[in-house]
């Protein structure tokens, strides 16, 4: 697929290429009514309006782009925690993960999502795990749970996960760790 390049246009070509716009979708010229200096008023009124929404925009893409720079460092330090960050449904579904929680767990992100954890916990310990869950949503207070996980690759990892209930109750965020990787 063929990308497409974006000329940047000088103000003048691009009110050029608008007013050429203007005039081929048939557009009419604004009528002007009054005296000269009444015109010459309502001009400069016009053109102060435009100032000051220039100004706001201008205000506006600026908070817009710090934003965005914001967003981006909280992206990053997201992916880059050196613990496994999750966000699971009440029923245990994977919504979210960070580079290290797919890194854990032996997957990418995109074949995790949407996946219930508790399918990857060992068989034993499942059902104290379901239990787990329950209790984060029931107190809604902080649950620690120390389970063995099976990975793809068939090996184990022993963790330790941390989980509340957000605020809404219909998910939560846990932390996970590597309890072999302990210096």
């Known amino acids: 697929m063929k990308s497409k390049t974006v000329r940047r246009r000088t103000p003048a070509i691009l009110r050029e290429n608008a007013e050429t716009h203007l005039r ?3 557009g009419r010229g604004i009528e002007v009514k009054g005296d000269a ?14 100032e000051l929404y220039q100004i706001e925009l201008e205000m506006q893409n600026e908070e817009l782009r710090v934003l965005h720079e914001q967003a981006n460092m909280s992206l990053d330090q997201y992916d880059f925690v050196p613990a496994g960050l ?4 009440a029923c245990g579904e994977i919504r979210e993960l960070n580079l290290a ?8 992100r995109a074949t995790l999502v949407g996946n219930r954890l508790s399918t990857m916990v060992v068989l034993p310990e499942r059902e104290a795990f379901e239990a787990f869950l329950d209790r984060i949503f029931a107190t809604k207070s902080k ?3 120390e389970c063995s996980i099976l990975r793809p690759n ?10 509340r209930a957000s605020p809404d109750g219909q998910e939560c965020r846990a932390v996970m760790l590597d309890l072999d990787d302990r210096a």
């Open 101 to 108: 929680g797919g890194t854990m767990l032996g997957a990418s």
């Open 37 to 50: 200096a009444e015109v010459r008023l309502n001009n400069l009124r016009l053109a102060h309006e435009l």
């Open 86 to 89: 999750f966000t699971l449904h």
């Open 24 to 26: 081929s979708a048939g």
């Open 154 to 163: 068939r090996t184990l990892l022993r963790a330790m996960i941390a989980a």
């Open 143 to 145: 649950q620690m749970l």
